[in-house]
Nanobody, 125 residues
Framework: EVQLVESGGGSVQAGGSLRLSCSIS????????MGWFRQAPGKEREGVAA????????FYADSVKGRFTISRDTEKNTVLLQMNSLKPEDTAMYYC??????????????????WGQGTQVTVPS
């Protein structure tokens, strides 16, 4: 079974940076997108960024465009999320996910079949 493990969360001052890492145990034919999602207390889980695993197409939520960058290291079976200029509203549990879907679904939760346990990101106000 595919397993995802996130790391790299923590607490950082506003304006600071963090890099999240997601290691995936194996790529299988049913996976063509990997994404990062976040969920703050009392809010729904939302898509932050996604990347096509067979190319370079990336997708970002409007709230993080220009600040976050998603990338992948195929040799290490890892997907990274570089987060710069962090804001208090970025505080949430961040989850890595993998699944198979069309491009327009990449920031949606429903098509992802595999999820990690999450890593907490805190940006104090």
């Amino acid at each position: 079974e595919v397993q995802l493990v996130e790391s790299g969360g923590g607490s950082v001052q506003a304006g600071g940076s963090l890099r999240l890492s997601c290691s995936i145990s194996e790529y299988i034919y049913t996976i063509n997108y990997m994404g990062w999602f976040r969920q703050a207390p009392g809010k729904e889980r939302e898509g932050v960024a996604a990347i096509y695993t067979f190319g370079d197409d990336t997708f970002y939520a409007d709230s993080v465009k220009g600040r976050f960058t998603i990338s992948r290291d195929t040799e290490k079976n890892t997907v990274l999320l570089q987060m710069n200029s962090l804001k208090p509203e970025d505080t949430a549990m961040y989850y890595c996910a993998a699944g198979r879907m069309a491009a327009f679904q990449a920031l949606g939760v429903s098509k992802y079949d595999y999820w990690g346990q999450g890593t907490q990101v805190t940006v104090p106000s």
